[in-house]
């Protein structure tokens, strides 16, 4: 069992920056491959990027590739989200994600409660 808490999200301007960050519980954390998924209102979640349980490969959607960064550090047990010239089509509840790599939702087995990103144009 992973448990997972986000944090990290609030309000920037338009291409401004924010990290987000998930800790996980659990003396596993380093066995799983992680997410970051996203939902704005009214639309379905969706892939952010996923790194691999050793941090050696990354995937991200097209979206946010060159502007988003996917980092972990099992020592600490937590996953980050490095997000830098920022739009207000990023806007929207991130979920960080345990148990798989890549853009399918349903192959993750453990998901955070979300933190609120907003970005004013």
């Known amino acids: 069992q992973v448990q997972l808490v986000e944090s990290g999200g609030g309000l920037v301007q338009a291409g401004g920056s924010l990290r987000l960050s998930c800790a996980a519980s659990?003396?596993?954390?380093?066995?799983?491959?992680m997410g970051w998924f996203r939902q704005a209102p009214g639309k379905e979640r969706e892939f952010v990027a996923s790194?691999?349980?050793?941090?050696?490969?990354?995937s991200y959607a097209d979206s946010v590739k060159g502007r988003f960064t996917i980092s972990r550090d099992n020592a600490k047990t937590r996953l980050y989200l490095q997000m830098n010239r920022m739009k207000p089509e990023d806007t929207a509840v991130y979920y960080c994600?345990?148990?798989?790599?890549?853009?399918?939702?349903?192959?993750?087995?453990?998901w955070g409660q979300g933190t609120q990103v907003t970005v004013s144009s």
């Open positions: 659990g003396r596993t954390f380093s066995s799983y491959s």
């Open positions: 994600a345990a148990g798989s790599v890549g853009p399918l939702a349903n192959t993750y087995l453990y």
């Open positions: 790194i691999a349980w050793s941090g050696g490969s990354t």
